[in-house]
């Protein structure tokens, strides 16, 4: 049973920075596709970043330039690092996994098997 568990949520003015990491457990390393998802109540969950096991990433357009998505296969943790966040950042961050592919087939939920409880992002001034 793969967990996989957020933190580095919270507060942040407009043009600042978070760090959101994801805990892998349940598996011997993180040879899988990953990704990073966000959700606001009454819209369906958005694919933000994913990430292969040969460090390719694909990005949402609302995000490029600004968010980056990383592992470390040593600690088993998928990181968003988040830079010039905006009011529309405004989301609850989920991770997920697809167990079953090394490449990541898209930023859409449906290809994604695993996930996390998410952890809550609030850009405001």
């Known amino acids: 049973q793969l967990t996989l568990v957020e933190s580095g949520g919270g507060s942040v003015q407009p043009g600042g920075s978070l760090r959101l990491s994801c805990a892998v457990s349940g598996s011997p390393g993180i040879n899988f596709c990953m990704a990073w998802f966000r959700q606001v109540p009454g819209k369906e969950r958005e694919g933000v970043a994913n990430i292969n096991i040969w460090n390719s990433s694909v990005y949402a357009e609302s995000v490029k330039g600004r968010f980056s998505i990383s592992r470390d296969k040593d600690k088993n943790t998928l990181y968003l690092q988040m830079n010039y966040l905006k009011l529309e950042d405004t989301a609850m961050y989920y991770c997920?996994?697809?167990?079953?592919?090394?490449?990541?087939?898209?930023?859409?939920?449906?290809?994604?098997?695993?996930w996390g409880q998410g952890t809550p992002v609030t850009v405001s001034s």
């Open positions: 997920a996994a697809d167990r079953r592919m090394r490449l990541c087939q898209g930023l859409g939920a449906r290809w994604y098997d695993n």
